[in-house]
């Protein structure tokens, strides 16, 4: 039974980066010609991009796991109660990709019971990947392993709507998160809400690092529920984590 359950779980991870490669490139095709771009009802803007990616994954997944649940950005869920569920950000920084600065990335996750158990993370432009599984090692597409690298002058990676001490603008909170493990940013900062399918594969691969994962009130990020959004994100080394929390809420008194 157990190599059964290994075996439908292994499958699955090996899809993720299947299907994360094939986004990848699909995007790099896309990016050269004109991007199509609407407007949500919450003025957030979603292009033809993003629509491809999420309706090649999903048809793809849905292919070999019909009975699999299915979250993501840019249409509905559906099977959320499935023993998996697949998590989607087809573009996870849509508004630099528009604006042509590569500061974006495709974020996938797979939980198994509310708990996640494989993820990726790729920004189609620099070719830079995250991803991770059961085994908690985190390597790139080519399973090159990433060694989390802890440079203390390295500035703190936030929003374009936010200021911070030390700090530099970039764009996906996720490719963010991902930029702290090999050192280029002493932490990742948002102070906004956040929806699950932005940060879930950053998350993962974020936490099997080593790196501290909470909210802006230091609590950890929950996944019971798929309604719920994550109060901001802060994403660092222990040794400065508990620091930032606190300056966090000293602007805000």
């Not at 023993?83 to 996938?108: K, S």
């Not at 440079?151 to 764009?171: C, E, K, T, V, Y």
Request: glycine residues 4%; charged residues 20%; aromatic residues 8%.
């Amino acid at each position: 039974m157990k190599i059964c359950n290994d075996y439908i779980m292994q499958s699955r991870i090996q899809l993720l980066q299947q299907l994360l490669q094939k986004a990848s490139r699909l995007c790099c095709q896309c990016y050269q010609d004109q991007i199509e771009i609407t407007y949500k009802e919450d003025h957030q803007p979603v292009t033809n991009i993003d629509q491809s990616i999420n309706d090649l994954i999903r048809t793809q997944m849905n292919a070999q796991y019909p009975y699999d649940g299915w979250f993501s950005e840019e249409d509905e869920g559906q099977r959320l109660d499935a023993t998996f569920t697949w998590i989607l950000d087809p573009i996870d920084g849509t508004r630099q990709m528009i604006q042509r600065i590569p500061e974006f990335c495709i974020a996938l996750a797979l939980m198994k019971n509310q708990k996640l158990i494989a993820s990726g993370v790729v920004n189609p432009m620099t070719q830079e990947s995250w991803l991770s599984d059961p085994s908690k090692a985190v390597y790139d597409l080519e399973h090159k392993a990433h060694r989390l690298i802890y440079n203390p002058n390295a500035p703190r990676l936030i929003s374009h709507q936010f200021s911070f001490d030390h700090s530099m603008h970039m764009g996906s909170i996720a490719y963010r998160m991902c930029k702290v493990i090999q050192g280029d940013g002493v932490a990742a900062i948002s102070n906004r809400e956040i929806a699950l399918w932005d940060v879930a594969a950053a998350i993962h691969i974020t936490l099997n690092t080593g790196l501290v994962v909470t909210d802006i009130h230091g609590d950890s990020v929950s996944f019971d529920s798929f309604d719920r959004k994550v109060n901001g994100i802060v994403v660092a080394h222990v040794e400065n984590h508990r620091k930032i929390i606190e300056e966090i809420g000293q602007r805000r008194i």
